[in-house]
């Protein structure tokens, strides 16, 4: 039987709370079937690792991870330390640590779920958002300088290089490839960004020389938020920078009905190093430790954990728990507009796993 290692950060806030709700997820899907089993190990970093130790995570942390065939993250995020301090000490570690450069981002109307965008339909609105991960506009080039004093000045510098875009660009035309409408949109903002972003569309049109059979436009990221919310059926698979695609995924999650459902893969394609699950809501202190978290989410992170490791039948097997779930109100939580707890929605789809085997 193989087993799949995977490490478990729960991170801050809900995180706790989420995270292990889709290891029981996981063990009750192995439980369910044949070929493969699961061994987890725990990653206590976050805020309270920072306020016992200066750091979110230990200098040698990577390492750790390093073997691991997966990791399955919760959140990175405390109201008493600065947020830049929570995502650069811990998930950005990982991702730039691991050159997980690929943000995968699915966005779909589940069963079940009332979202707010009236005279569109569940075929209308099921979209992948492809993010890139590693460079742009968070790639942390810049610096202060006269901290304090009247000419005190900061810089953020947006660092896009050739093999960077052109990667992110053949994995999201890929994508578009492999899906039914073979459909890619490029999200730009090269009418203000005369540099980076002009670089960004000359590649696109390069690489799409390369997928005749992917039919692909470009769009100006702010109206994109407006088509995405107009014209939702005229999107498929989108790719865009990593700001640019960090803020239309949250748009595209609230119109699915909301953040709590959003899963995402923080992939290494080349397989050179694990890549990391997670939900892509926050830590959402004013909730924690109340069991009022949606575990969604991170049920349909697991998901793509388990197409990731080439277990698709599982993987198909959780995401057809999950539609279960989602179609009956009575286990929608607060964010969707009901009173389940994390704890019922945990149950319900344990319990769905458990049925479909027998």
């Not at 405390?78 to 811990?90: K, R, S």
């Not at 790639?139 to 000045?153: D, K, M, N, W």
């Not at 039919?215 to 865009?240: G, Q, S, Y």
């Not at 953040?259 to 050179?272: E, K, M, S, V």
Request: charged share 20%; proline share 5%.
């Amino acid at each position: 039987m193989k087993t799949y290692s995977i490490a478990t950060i729960p991170g801050d806030g809900i995180g706790k709370e989420v995270v292990p709700a889709g290891q029981a997820v996981m063990q009750a899907l192995a439980a369910a079937a044949t070929g493969f089993r699961f061994e987890f190990e725990n990653f206590d970093w976050g805020g309270d690792h920072y306020r016992r130790h200066g750091v979110m995570m230990p200098a040698d942390g990577l390492d750790a991870l390093r073997s691991k065939d997966a990791i399955l993250f919760g959140s990175a995020g405390d109201p008493d330390i600065p947020d830049h301090i929570t995502l650069w000490g811990l998930r950005l570690k990982i991702c730039q640590g691991f050159d997980q450069y690929a943000n995968v981002r699915p966005t779909r109307i589940l069963p079940g779920i009332d979202a707010p965008l009236k005279r569109c339909r569940p075929e209308d609105l099921n979209w992948v958002i492809v993010r890139e991960n590693s460079e742009g506009e968070y790639s942390g080039v810049g610096g202060r300088v006269h901290q304090g004093h009247p000419i005190e000045a900061a810089t953020d510098v947006t660092m896009m290089t050739r093999v960077g875009v052109e990667r992110i660009m053949r994995f999201a035309f890929r994508l578009a490839q492999s899906r039914p409408r073979k459909l890619l949109t490029v999200i730009t903002k090269s009418n203000a960004q005369r540099h980076a972003m002009v670089m960004w569309d000359e590649i696109a049109a390069q690489v799409a020389r390369e997928f005749p059979e992917v039919k692909w436009d470009k769009e100006i990221v702010d109206a994109a938020t407006a088509r995405m919310v107009n014209r939702p059926a005229t999107l498929d698979t989108i790719v865009a920078t990593n700001l640019h695609a960090d803020i239309l995924s949250d748009l595209a999650a609230a119109l699915a009905g909301s953040l709590g459902i959003a899963p995402t893969g923080n992939i290494d394609p080349a397989r050179r190093f694990p890549s990391m699950f997670e939900p892509i809501h926050g830590s959402a202190f004013d909730i924690m430790g109340k069991g009022l978290a949606n575990p969604v989410g991170t049920f349909w992170s697991v998901v793509m954990l388990l197409e990731h490791l080439g277990e698709a039948a599982a993987a198909q097997r959780l995401m057809t728990a999950i539609e279960a779930v989602t179609a009956n109100p009575a286990l929608h939580t607060g964010d969707l507009g009901g009173r389940a707890t994390t704890q019922q929605v945990t149950e319900a789809v344990c319990a769905h796993l458990g049925a479909s085997a027998r």
